[in-house]
Structure formats: C-alpha cells, structure tokens
C-alpha cells in the first residue's frame, strides 16, 4: 500500500489495509504467477489490484479465503523494516508497479517494507500486531481497474473485500449490502420501468420513461410552486453558448477537465455547458442594478454537462448529463445572513417534503487558496455560521475546505439505510461577480458588488431520483408514485363501472389505472404489489351497487368499503400532505 495518508490510518483502516496483504499472500500462494500493484484501505473494506494473467472469478473467493484463514491461524507478526532505495529497487525488480511508486517517491523519505511469514510488501503501514488478529472478513466482488486509475494504462484485477473487528459487525454490514442491492436503482429502475441509459448511444446519459417521467413531473412541480411561494423566479437559459462565456467565467480554465470539446457554430467556437451560473448572471447584467432589488432570487431547472470518465459512470448517481435545481441569490453583504437562513430552513422543508429529515450539516471555511478579500470572507463566513447557530441545528465546522471563491454550508440526507448522500449545498462566491464585473447602485448612489449565492438543493435530479428509488425501494409514497390508485374489477360485467371510477378520480389528477385484463384478481393484486402501486380498488357486484370500492392499502392492507368520493378525498389528501 503506498496511499499517501497511510501513517493517518485508523484501527478499523489499519486492520482492512492487513486484510488486504494477506489476501495478497493468499492469492501469490494460490497464484504464483500474479503481480501485486496497490493495496489499500477503502471506505468500507479494503482491495488489492493484481495482474495475472488468469481472470479471478467470485468461484476463487472460497479457495482464496481458505488460504487467508491458514495465514491468519499461523498468527505470523507483521515486521517492519526500513530500506534503502537501491535495495527496494532491487527487491521489487520484477514489479513494475511497486518500482514505479518506489521511484515517485522524495529522495529524503525513509522507505519501508512490511513483510509477515514469506510474504513481503513495499508499504507505509502501519500493520495489526500479527496476522491471526483479523477476525472477519470476506471477499465481495472482482472487477476490472486500471493501474492508476488511468484507462491508458494496463488494466488490472481488483479483489474488493471488507473486514471489521467483530463477526457481528460484518454480518451487519452484508445484510446491508445484501439490503442495498434489493433496492439497487438500477435494477428496480428497469423492474418498474421508470428509466434507462443511452448505453450504446450515449453512456452517461439518461432517458426517462413514462413511469419515471410521472415521478420527475411530480418533484418539479413541487419544485416550482415551493420556489414561486418561496420568492424565487424561474429562469429559463440555453444549453450552450459561445466558448467565451466560459472562459469569462474562468471555467475554461480550471473546470475544462469536466467539459467537452467545443463545437463550431458559424465559425465560432460553442460550449456545452457544464453550469448555469454564467447565464444568471447574464440576466441580471441585462440592465443597471439597485439595492432596492435585492434580494433577487432565481432559479432554474438547469440541465448540465460534464465529462466523467466511463468508468466511474453509474446508473444515475453518476451520470454525464444531468438537471440540477439549481438557484442564484443577488444581494447586498448585509443581506448574506437572512438568506442563507432562509435558504436553510427551505432546503430542509423540501429534503423534509421528500422523505428525508435526518441531515448532516457541514460549514466549510476559507481554504489556503482563495480568491476575494480577507474582509469579506470573514463577512460571509460569520453570516454562515449565525444562520446555522439561529436555526438550532447541529452542524460541524469543516476548516480549510470552502471552495476557492467562498465559504459554504453543505448538507448530507440520511437515507433509510443510514447511508449518507450529499445534496444541498448553499455557497458564497466572491468570484464570479468580480469576474464579470457585476454591480449595483446602493443607497449612496455609488455603484458597489453584489453578493452571490449560489445554491442546489436535491443536486441533480436524477441522482436525487435515484436515492429516492433506493430510499423507498421503488415503494414512493402516493404524491410521488407513478400509478397511485389501480382498480381492479373482479369479472368482464365490472370492467365499465372500474373505468367509471377511474374518470372520477382522474378529474382531480389522481394518477389511477384499469386493470381491464381477463385475469384472476389474485394474479392481479400481486402485479400490482410487485409494482408498488399506493392503492388497489377492488370493484364487483357489491361495489358497483354501493357505488363504492374495497380498498386495499399497499402500506395498511384491507380499508373496507369507501364510496368514491370518500377515496377520492383520502387519496387527494394524502398526496397533498406529501411526506409531512
Ligand atoms: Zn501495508
Ligand atoms: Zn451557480
């Protein structure tokens, strides 16, 4: 392992960082032929990459695993021991890799070899006592890497393991794994046929289907009613625009690595853009500024794109194309502090809104580079952590780890399985006013620069979207879900009057289905379930006599009778009231 925060690891680390040289011993001991490149400790367990010439397959876990109980048996001490350049370069002469990271590295570092048993590795530590101290572990999955995660380079194997200081705690930890991939977004996105990717015509990017689109329809609606109630406009600016603007902007130069190449339009070269700041500030350039205005507040559903390396695409969490609710607030600096409070308060009620009340929140302050006044980062970040000391919120203090252009409040919903997601983020910039020269006329008549924040609060939609999926395991409560009402008649004679009932409920946007096929109920009740649909509405002779329905609950089971009106108003009444 040769990761540069090694001498930083945790008990926990150092432990998964020793599970993964002695599954490197196991797998040399069982493959002699393999190459070891790095090793280390990741955030829930630990790989080691190899190149070997025979493909690993999840069939080979056993046998490896095997081998790693006999080395841990033999409680065989891990030795550290300092070595000079030349004789490292000389021990690992057949290893490409390892005599690549033993050249890297400054000429003043003392280097170190760790070795248990026969098995040696070129490596920082630190190291448990001695092998037999793993107590649980296991081996998860084999998956291609590149050496250096560089797809120019040669491609490797990569064993992923994971290992905690107590068997109960790994059993936890794979019924969790076993938990997360039932409500995988990728899989039940295709299972209930809610999106796909553009695989062969586009990696990266996303197509919504009906069922998804009636879902995203749903949070922007929510969206923008919230956002107008809330003083915000909506804006709405191009996806592309002449590479100047970017350059303006200073994306061109520090953020090209996330854009693609330009286009010619009429000779002149165009930009994809990978942001929505620059356009807002173009409207808001469009004529001559006053305090009086302020705050302005705009928002805009800002569809984006940014290159990501196909490797790291997945599913919707990482995607190359993506809308972000994303927000600008002009203002004057004294204004900093109540927008941002207020900003807090309204990220939460829409995480809220969707499900999520359980938060982490995290102020980042000034880092070693940055660009704005020394005055004015203290300004801002003052406003900051007053807006989150009024609101009562716990937050942590993250210092040095603002962006380059101003300090920001970050917050991380908790989903039903404790995982944390970034989201919002509410963040100060002293940078692009200056850059483009953007001005107000205050009270004194002089012209002065305006604040601006900029702020997302779900992020991207669509990886939003696939928490959500994840988060309710496809099981969206009513206001979000796809279909929320589905009558089933029990026989041909009731199909018109289920058709019926279904006008009724649409009249008021219920999004109800019929389920008009010559089939058992039973067999349709459980198509149902497996769809996740909020509500089933049974209809027969009873019902159609009653002018009523047999509500069957997905979350409480068997309602009873209602008469359609009485549904109507249950269901409407639910989806208004949304997660509260
Ligand atoms: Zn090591
Ligand atoms: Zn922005």
Redesign the pocket.
């Known amino acids: 392992m040769t990761e540069k925060d090694n001498a930083k690891l945790t008990e926990l680390e150092t432990l998964r960082h020793s599970a993964a040289h002695i599954m490197a011993d196991a797998v040399l001991r069982l493959f002699p032929a393999a190459k070891l490149a790095i090793g280390p400790a990741v955030e829930d367990g630990f790989y080691y990459d190899f190149d070997c010439e025979r493909p690993f397959t999840e069939d080979d876990f056993k046998n490896i695993e095997e081998e790693m109980k006999t080395i841990i048996s033999e409680k065989q001490p891990f030795v550290r021991e300092e070595i000079s350049r030349s004789d490292a370069m000389g021990m690992f002469k057949d290893n490409p890799f390892k005599s690549e990271l033993i050249q890297e590295l400054p000429e003043d570092e003392t280097l170190t070899i760790y070795r248990h048993g026969d098995f040696v590795d070129f490596c920082r530590g630190p190291h448990i006592e001695h092998t037999g101290r793993l107590k649980a572990f296991k081996l998860l999955k084999v998956a291609g890497a590149y050496w250096r995660g560089n797809e120019n380079n040669q491609q490797l194997q990569r064993i992923y393991g994971t290992a905690f200081s107590d068997k109960k705690e790994l059993r936890k930890y794979l019924t969790l794994l076993e938990e997360a991939a039932k409500r995988d977004h990728r899989k039940l996105g295709k299972d209930l046929d809610l999106y796909s990717t553009l695989e062969n015509y586009g990696p990266g990017l996303v197509l919504w289907h009906p069922k998804g689109g009636r879902i995203r329809n749903a949070m922007e609606n929510f969206w923008r009613e919230s956002h107008i109630k809330h003083g915000y406009e909506i804006l709405f600016t191009p996806h592309i625009a002449r590479l100047d603007l970017w350059k303006t902007s200073g994306h061109w130069d520090f953020y090209r690595e996330n854009m693609y190449a330009p286009m010619k339009v009429d000779e002149v070269d165009y930009e994809l853009r990978p942001?929505?700041?620059p356009f807002?500030i173009l409207v808001y350039k469009s004529h001559l500024r006053s305090y009086r205005e302020f705050p302005l507040r705009w928002a805009e559903l800002g569809t984006v794109y940014r290159y990501e390396r196909s490797g790291v695409l997945h599913g919707l969490m990482r995607v190359r194309g993506f809308t972000q609710d994303?927000a600008?607030i002009f203002c004057r600096p004294d204004q900093i502090e109540d927008e941002v409070g207020s900003t807090l308060d309204f990220s939460l009620y829409i995480l809220k809104s969707f499900g999520f009340s359980d938060v982490d929140i995290y102020l980042s302050t000034k880092p070693e580079k940055y660009v704005g006044e020394d005055a004015s980062w203290e300004i801002a970040e003052s406003a900051l952590k007053n807006a989150l000391d009024k609101s009562k919120l716990e937050y942590k203090v993250d210092p040095g780890e603002g962006v380059f252009y101003g300090p920001k409040i970050d917050i991380k919903i908790k989903d039903s399985l404790g995982r944390a997601w970034q989201c919002s983020t509410i963040q100060v910039d002293f940078n692009l006013p200056e850059r483009y020269d953007m001005e107000f006329v205050g009270k004194d008549g002089a012209k002065h620069r305006p604040i601006m924040i900029?702020r997302a609060l779900m992020g991207s939609l669509e990886r939003f979207f696939g928490v959500l999926v994840e988060h309710y395991a496809g099981a969206f409560p009513t206001w979000l879900a796809p279909v929320q009402a589905t009558v089933l008649p029990v026989g041909e004679d009731f199909v018109d009057y289920a058709y019926e009932v279904a006008k009724q409920l649409k009249k008021d946007n219920v999004r109800v289905e019929v389920d008009d096929r010559n089939e058992k109920l039973g067999f349709k009740i459980r198509e149902a379930q497996m769809q996740k649909i909020p509500y089933m509405l049974v209809v027969g002779a009873k019902e159609v006599e009653a002018e009523s329905v047999a509500v069957r609950s997905r979350k409480e089971g068997d309602l009873g009778s209602m008469s359609i009106a009485d549904f109507d108003k249950k269901v409407v009444s639910e989806i208004l009231e949304r997660c509260n």
Do not use: S, T, V
């Open positions: 942001m929505n700041c807002h994303d600008h900029h």
